[in-house]
């Protein structure tokens, strides 16, 4: 089955702690996304890799770090100096000359 | 920046009505999306539709680049067309890289 796959659903994390969320994908798409969702509002993007190897900061990228070492996978670490991690996180991936973008279904991070 | 403003923010209707989301971008744009959020987070496209018309079962889409705004239609609402839509539109950065920027959403609830 073709798709996004994101991992875990949820994740809960204590203050201090960094933590790394699952982003793989098989629909062999050139670029990867990662998107912040805050409560009534719409997506930020984070980070994005347009090929593996590389990825270029987003909109809101302090306090989070991220690697593609393969094409299929593009993880992102919340680390500690993010003040407010908690949020609903979405990965995405489109082909590069495309510009539709698709979903993974989320993981919803709450910091204790 | 461009901006992105939904209306309306929030569409409560009765099963079986119809409505009307529109989108309003700042700057001109080479990319619109229309997304449904449902309920458990999932983000689906709904259409691609930087210019012109689309029709897909109940809903359709229309965008007039030259005006800075999408409609986007839903007849015969069903309670399964509750959640959150969103429009998101893509400007193209001088690395090739499309950024999407998204609207604050149109929250739906359709009763029975």
């Known amino acids: 089955d073709g798709g996004i796959t994101q991992s875990p659903k949820y994740l809960f994390r204590k203050e201090g702690q960094n933590v790394t969320l699952s982003c793989e994908q098989n629909?062999?798409?050139?670029?990867m996304y990662w998107y912040r969702q805050d409560p009534g509002q719409g997506l930020r993007l984070i980070y994005y890799s347009q090929i593996v190897n590389d990825f270029q900061k987003g909109d809101i990228a302090e306090g989070y770090s991220v690697s593609r070492e393969k094409k299929e996978s593009f993880p992102l670490t919340v680390t500690s100096a993010q003040k407010n991690p908690t949020a609903f996180y979405l990965c995405?991936?489109?082909?590069?000359?495309?510009?539709?973008?698709?979903f993974g279904p989320g993981t919803r991070l709450t910091v204790l | 920046g461009i901006q992105v403003e939904q209306s309306p923010p929030d569409l409560i209707l009765q099963e079986g009505a119809n409505s009307t989301l529109r989108c309003n971008f700042s700057d001109s744009v080479n990319n619109l999306q229309w997304f449904h959020q449902n309920p458990w987070g999932q983000l689906i496209n709904l259409f691609y539709i930087p210019s012109g018309t689309k029709q897909n079962g109940r809903l359709s889409a229309t965008t007039v680049a030259t005006e800075r705004y999408s409609l986007l239609y839903i007849s015969s609402s069903q309670t399964t067309d509750s959640g959150v839509y969103f429009c998101a539109v893509g400007t193209r950065m001088n690395t090739g890289f499309q950024k999407l920027v998204f609207g604050t959403g149109t929250r739906l609830l359709v009763s029975p």
């Open positions: 995405a991936s489109s082909m590069w000359e495309s510009d539709t973008q698709y």
């Open positions: 629909l062999n798409h050139d670029a």
